[in-house]
DNA sequence: GATGAATGAGTATTCATTCAT
DNA sequence: CATGAATGAATACTCATTCAT
């Protein structure tokens, strides 16, 4: 990698860590692209040689921190386990950490469904990314006979994430109390997955 | 009811009707309070006599059209139906209504489910009293033998309705065409009732 | 007039004379609305009750203040002296004072010309009215036999006001100097006046 | 020339077709020095190397473009026709050019008699070069005996100038229709000879 | 009850120009 | 000769809400 490039990979990384670190502190709104250019040390256009808009700096600040931790959460399940058990070691090590960051977590759920035309298929293709490895993890679980094998398993990948993404929603919209999160996912996991799984 | 009385519900009926023909035209923030006023016939402080907030403005729009509608999609199923058949519908009525004013629906379900404290029980009673009237339809379901007893309906309906709301939600975001979506929601309801429903 | 008339006539002085006075010192581009309100101890807001935009309200100033210098250009007239000296007499008498205030003058004639559409009307009304006033000039001095009966006098007032408008745009595009605006304005009424004017 | 010499001046075609072309399609202010630069194939910076300002850039375009028109429009006078007829054969074939690109002739009007200092002299001078073969067409109108011989050409040339000016910015500000165009400007030019032009 | 004049906070984004390479 | 990444200044206008009348 040249001088050049790495200066500006450099300078990338030195954005979305500005950007995280304000949209948490401050929330998405409050904070100013002057002030994120300012925390990252480059001048007020140059964000803009990075982003096309604010709302794109949100994604991108997205993908980086919650593609990892959902890449993270990944790695801690044991596929031998019961399918909700498998579930919840996932979503219980992703929901864990939003809870740390509360307000960038409010903003996601909030911002990213109602994204413009041109991010949308960034979104989209993030969401899709996931539910496909959910897929795998039911497939697998057919394989290792914890889960009905006639069950469609995308369709089925689909409503587990609707159950958590509106649980989501409705936890950072301030509807329902951290405490209850967690019990109320599992019991929707048992529910969906009625009849379906074994162990 | 006396004649003030009269003349109060008569401006209140007014009010809504304005801000709903609005809305569903201009959207919800580029139609200003000032606009209802003069579509409605009063006064721009006049409004404030009667709402909150324009926030409170936008609920008041949806309990009165998105209830009515509600309320007649129950009285056309047929409890005797399969449990999907009887979700499909309610449902397709709905979802056929809010087609028609594709703009007012996607305020609905942008705005509604991250609206100010103040306006949050509001939100949350609505659904709820939905959710519970789903929750009659499973019991109804389980006494016809159409659903298996043990089945949690509580949790049930919570999940079913989560299917409905993130499709709507992608719906209206732009994510998924028209077409597509009763046929998800048919697939989703199918596998959230996978060997719990019978006939 | 009432007291909220009286309120409103006032507040209405007192932002066109910010306006005036901003203008003049800082420039037209220069001079932020948030500073005219400011001078003018109303809110940024309340100046949009009495225009429509900054533009507008340069409209205003220049309305405001020209035309009442133009009105006393026309009193200090002589008609029974020769048409050039009337026509010196008035003109001096704006250009003096226009030289006062070199920079509010420059806006005038760099902005005034190529204005947005909603306001060329107003522009050009003000300009036809006072070449209206040339025109019963001239016609004054055919009656008084300081002009050739023939001609025609509506064209004239055109090409006299022509000279001086684009002497005024050199002048304050700074292409001439002070010293020679008057001097080359003379000559190009007497040349435009060639065979016409007696006395 | 050598090859440098070549290349540089063929840079240099390329640099002022592109500028005009794209002036003319989206206007002065719209009109990117990145976009001129890439439509001429070059370097963002290289451009800089030809001109010290995007405004400078129009001066050489406006000098190109127009300067040739004119060279190409007093081509087609005859000196034997009376001289309201040999200006009109020369403005109308101007006028009937700049209607073709009528943005580009409102950038001109608009931008070009407000200039920064350092061009200042760039357009006067251009102006004065093309007054002057006025100049030079009224005193050999005078030899002919079309002209009367006391009348000052050099003045009488500034005033018919005017007209045209006048004429041209009202034209392309938008307040005079393009029929009326040519009218107005031979009626112009008869008030602005007479009793001096004979034939 | 009704009015409507007054308020004032609040910011993303562009682009001509430069200069280190 | 040529490049293109980096810069940073700069602001009109809207509109939900209030409260004196």
Not at 68 to 75: G, M, P, Q, R, V
Not at 143 to 152: A, R, S, T, Y
Not at 173 to 188: K, M, V, Y
Request: hydrophobic share 45%.
């Amino acid at each position: 990698m040249g001088l050049r490039e790495r200066n500006k990979a450099e300078k990338w990384r030195r954005i979305v860590e500005a950007a995280s670190r304000l949209f948490a502190t401050r929330g998405f709104e409050a904070t100013t692209t002057a002030a994120i250019a300012e925390e990252a040390g480059i001048g007020t256009g140059t964000l803009y040689l990075y982003v096309t808009s604010k709302e794109d700096l949100l994604l991108a600040v997205f993908r980086d921190e919650v593609g990892e931790l959902w890449d993270h959460a990944f790695t801690l399940i044991d596929p031998t386990a019961p399918v909700v058990e498998q579930l919840m070691t996932a979503f219980s090590h992703v929901t864990a950490y939003h809870e740390q960051e509360p307000e960038l977590t409010r903003i996601y759920f909030k911002e990213l469904m109602f994204v413009s035309p041109a991010m949308r298929s960034g979104v989209s293709e993030f969401m899709r990314h996931f539910i496909g490895r959910f897929v795998e993890l039911l497939d697998k679980a057919k394989v290792n006979g914890l889960l009905d094998p006639d069950v469609p398993t995308g369709m089925l990948a689909h409503n587990l994430w609707a159950q958590y993404y509106i649980l989501m929603q409705r936890r950072y919209a301030g509807s329902i109390d951290p405490e209850s999160l967690l019990p109320r996912l599992g019991h929707s996991f048992q529910v969906a997955l009625w009849g379906m799984a074994r162990g």
